[in-house]
């Protein structure tokens, strides 16, 4: 089974995006903050992580650039996600490997998931 990391402020998003992943027989495991997230990736080694950027008190894309500066996590496909475009824009300074817009539709994050081969189903 194919492990999803969802790392977003809206605890909202994160259980739709759960009963969703879940329903495509995903293993998802979610984070509210980025301290939150740093914690379970130390015991949480997911095949794909789905990045907001923006957070009440940190910037995603940090976050990003420990993930990939990490020699564990560096390989992890890191995808941001965020409804203002232009902080998606030059997503590769910080090593990400995708970008989606929010709101999306769900097939849009399946398809930006899959097509990058992220996820063996």
Not at 53 to 81: A, E, H
Not at 87 to 108: G, Q, R
Request: proline share 4%; hydrophobic share 40%; net charge negative.
């Amino acid at each position: 089974m194919s492990k999803i990391f969802i790392v977003d402020d809206s605890l909202d998003l994160l259980e739709f995006l759960t009963v969703m992943f879940k329903a495509r027989k995903y293993e998802t495991v979610t984070a509210s903050t980025i301290a939150e997230a740093m914690k379970s990736l130390l015991t949480f080694s997911p095949d794909v992580i789905l990045l907001d950027v923006k957070f009440p008190d940190s910037d995603g894309r940090d976050f990003c650039r420990k993930i990939k500066s990490d020699s564990q996590t560096c390989k992890t496909p890191v995808i941001l996600i965020s409804a203002s475009p232009d902080l998606l824009e030059n997503y590769h300074e910080c090593k990400a490997d995708a970008v989606i817009e929010k709101p999306f539709d769900i097939k849009i994050r399946y398809d930006t998931i899959e097509s990058l081969s992220l996820l063996k189903r």
